[in-house]
């Protein structure tokens, strides 16, 4: 029933090992996020001065126009291009998170089992009333758990659809214009 040197080691082991890979994940997501927005930057400055330039050629307003409504649809797209790599990119990364989380508290529910059923073996005589309203908490919890679970992929869903709906209304106005 008492757990031993080694098995504190091996979890604590465990433990570090699965933060460290947790944290080297975060670190590959801020340095996709950061190369992205290093590359929309660079863009938006190199267009901006494309614009410039043509601008200093315009001769009258006609061509001031054509110039502006060149530049505006590709700005536009590039945009949205960016929110939807920058949207991928945090749904990937909610994903891995959402993975990691519930292997954790799976791991936990296992472990809290393990022990309460040794605890209930060597449990002394009365404890049966104690033990039964710890098991109808852990299953509570993973009741409310699993609810909160499936609330985060309805929202998740809805954000999608939504980032679709968007993506399709500039497309199809990109195309009427």
Not at 56 to 61: F, G, S, T
Not at 113 to 124: D, I, M, S, V
């Amino acid at each position: 029933m008492y757990v031993t040197p080694d098995q504190f080691a091996a979890l604590g082991k465990t433990n570090v090992e699965t933060a460290l890979g947790f944290a080297q994940s975060n670190f590959a997501t801020l340095e996709k996020l950061s190369a992205l927005n290093f590359n929309a930057t660079k863009t938006a400055f190199e267009d901006s001065m494309s614009h410039a330039k043509a601008l200093m050629n315009v001769k009258d307003v006609q061509d001031l126009v054509n110039v502006n409504t060149a530049a505006t649809q590709p700005a536009i797209e590039k945009v949205i291009a960016w929110q939807r790599s920058v949207y991928e990119l945090m749904s990937q990364s909610q994903a891995e998170y959402t993975r990691y989380v519930e292997a954790q508290a799976q791991e936990l529910n296992k472990s809290a089992a393990t022990y309460l059923e040794k605890f209930a073996k060597n449990a002394p005589a009365g404890s049966d009333v104690a033990i039964a309203a710890v098991k109808s908490a852990m299953a509570a919890a993973n009741s409310a758990y699993d609810s909160m679970t499936k609330a985060a992929k309805q929202a998740t869903e809805m954000a999608e659809a939504n980032m679709a709906a968007v993506t399709s209304a500039a497309t199809s106005k990109k195309k009427a214009a």
